[in-house]
């Protein structure tokens, strides 16, 4: 029996990587959100508000975020994570998905509480914040946008600021409609609009989030195809108990059983780390080898 290890995590993880991206966008939107909170509270709109509360959100999960990143790029001196920490980055997304919702849900009630209220918005404050907020989310959005692929952390962020940025958008349509209609519900429609929208999209990060924590086969790879190309390496006999799971992102993990023909152990080792670094895009991979002659292992039920 032998067991093989391929390492190939170049420069590091996705979420060190473009660690700097979240610093930016970190500062941008952290100087913003004290502006828009309290021209929020002064003149009275909901839609300003409920985007301030979301910017909030947002500067605790870009927080979550480079702290998540900086643990994960620790080694463990304790011995006992032999994996590390990247799962800080995965948590730090749960919380981003958790920030999401409470804000999703503070809007709607906030926003069926005013319903048959005359409600006074002032519409100038909201359309000079407004268009200085799509200006900042813009930017940070073009600064998260290129490790949203690689990283589900920076994807945290980066859905963060498009909800933010749809939110800076909503803010001048109602700053519009309640200057040309002198009519304060639009303000509130809009508010209840950015908070269903909001929720939407935290439940579609809480779905990969989930997949990842639950050890699911990552997106895109089959167990069965993987099986079936390390089955067809020349020297093996047979092949089961294939697992393969993401262990954060840009980072997937896989094991095998492989039972070899006679004298064809090493040379089936070494093919099958092979395989699975250049064709599935597996570069950790712990892989047990057995002799067809005098097989020791048998397969798993779970």
């Known amino acids: ?112 509480g005013r319903r048959g209220s005359d409600v006074a918005v002032a519409s100038t404050p909201m359309l000079v914040v407004g268009g200085l907020g799509l200006v900042v989310n813009l930017v940070a959005l073009l600064l998260l946008r290129g490790g949203a692929d690689e990283s589900l952390n920076v994807k945290g962020a980066y859905l963060e600021v498009v909800a933010d940025t749809l939110g800076s958008v909503g803010v001048l ?40 924590l639950g050890q699911h086969v990552p997106a895109g790879m089959e167990v069965e195809v993987i099986a079936a190309d ?23 993990v896989a094991t095998a059983h492989l039972v070899a023909e006679e004298g064809q152990a090493q040379r089936v080792l070494d093919d099958a780390r092979s395989l699975l670094r250049r064709e599935h895009e597996i570069s950790h991979a712990t892989l047990q080898v057995e002799s067809a002659a005098s097989r020791e292992c048998h397969e798993l039920d779970w």
Do not use: C, K, N
């Open 1 to 112: 029996m032998g067991a093989g290890h391929g390492h190939g995590h170049g420069s590091g993880h996705a979420g060190e990587r473009h660690r700097w991206r979240l610093a930016v966008s970190f500062g941008l939107i952290a100087a913003f959100f004290s502006v828009e909170l309290v021209v929020g509270l002064t003149s009275g709109s909901l839609a300003l508000l409920s985007d301030a509360g979301h910017m909030a959100a947002d500067v605790v999960a870009l927080g979550a975020a480079l702290v998540a990143t900086r643990v994960a790029s620790r080694p463990d001196t304790t011995g006992r994570r032999t994996y590390g920490s990247y799962r800080a980055e995965v948590f730090a997304s749960g919380l981003a998905v958790l920030l999401m919702l409470g804000v999703s849900a503070y809007v709607v009630v906030e926003a069926l």
């Open 173 to 212: 349509v109602a700053g519009w409609l309640v200057a040309t209609t002198g009519d304060g519900v639009w303000d509130t429609v809009v508010a209840l609009t950015i908070g269903i929208f909001v929720a939407v999209r935290a439940l579609v990060l809480g779905r990969q989030v989930l997949a990842v």
């Open 230 to 252: 390390l089955a067809a390496l020349e020297g093996v006999a047979d092949v089961h108990d294939v697992h393969v799971w993401t262990l954060t992102s840009g980072m997937h």
